[in-house]
């Protein structure tokens, strides 16, 4: 029987990152946070974590898959990775006594083919049921295209925070959008298209794009709208990899 086990080496952060902070929305106030060479062994957390996990297709007629292609949920504690974005919720947002032993994180890996077709609504920008996500790019430099853009929504702005505060879904803000969204899925969701980025709906406006890089680490608070920035041709052979990790909001709610 060959067993694996974890080899906490392969999961150790580097001593000396090199990391950048963009504030993004009207106020400035929502941090996205990018962190470059972040692994210290990432050659051996592909080999013994990502291409050990079994990765399961996505239903795509569940409305709570967002994205084609194909899914691994880890059930390993990174607890350097815990402690990095830990330090970085502190250091960039008015959560500056956050204690990563005390929060609850969730991972996965995520594996996306381009020249597929997919549900207009599985294009969309979107955010996640979290407070805070990260995404780590895990391709080889010479595969990486595109990467990760945050948007803001013309009926909404650049936040849906139905997942984190309840008192959102009281906001002018959010009527909007759900008027606009009862269209767009009375309408158009599930159109098959291209999967590819252009073809977001207009309502959304982009406000930054973080290119995707080999062992990238990508923080941002999960209720700004973002979405994976893809194009036919660019992972039609060799798959997008990447591992997401979600902080969820009870901590701080």
């Known amino acids: 029987m060959n067993l694996n086990f974890v ?5 150790k952060v580097n001593d000396d990152l090199q990391f950048d902070c963009v504030k993004v ?11 470059d060479n972040v692994l210290a062994n990432p050659d051996q957390f592909i ?4 291409e050990k ?3 399961e297709f996505n239903d795509l007629s569940n409305p709570e898959e967002v994205f084609p292609g194909y899914q691994a949920h880890l059930s390993i504690g990174f607890s350097d990775i815990q402690k990095l974005v830990t330090l970085f919720i ?10 990563a032993e005390e929060m ?9 083919y381009t020249d597929v077709k997919c549900k207009r609504l599985q294009l969309q920008p979107h955010v996640d049921p979290a407070m805070f996500a990260y995404v780590l790019y895990l391709n080889p430099e010479e595969e990486c295209k595109g990467g990760t853009s945050f948007y803001e929504h013309k009926q909404c702005g650049i936040v849906n925070m139905e997942h984190v505060d309840k008192r959102f879904k009281r906001t002018e803000n959010y009527w909007n959008y759900k008027e606009w969204q009862y269209d767009f899925y009375n309408q158009k969701k599930d159109d098959e ?11 959304y406006v982009e406000e930054l794009m973080v290119p995707m890089k080999f062992n990238r680490l990508v923080i941002y608070p999960s209720y700004v709208w973002h979405h994976a920035v893809v194009r036919p041709g660019w992972f039609k052979d060799n798959p997008r990899v990447s591992m997401s990790g979600f902080v969820a909001s009870d901590y701080f709610l």
């Open 53 to 55: 996990a079994p990765a």
């Open 7 to 11: 080899n906490p080496d392969d999961l």
């Open 193 to 203: 298209i291209e999967l590819d980025s252009a073809l977001i709906e207009d309502e």
């Open 90 to 99: 502190n250091k960039y947002t008015d959560f500056n006594e956050c204690v």
């Open 104 to 112: 609850r994180f969730s991972h996965q890996i995520n594996i996306m």
């Open 25 to 35: 929305g009207p106020d400035q106030n929502h941090p996205i946070i990018t962190v």
């Open 47 to 50: 080999k013994n974590i990502v």
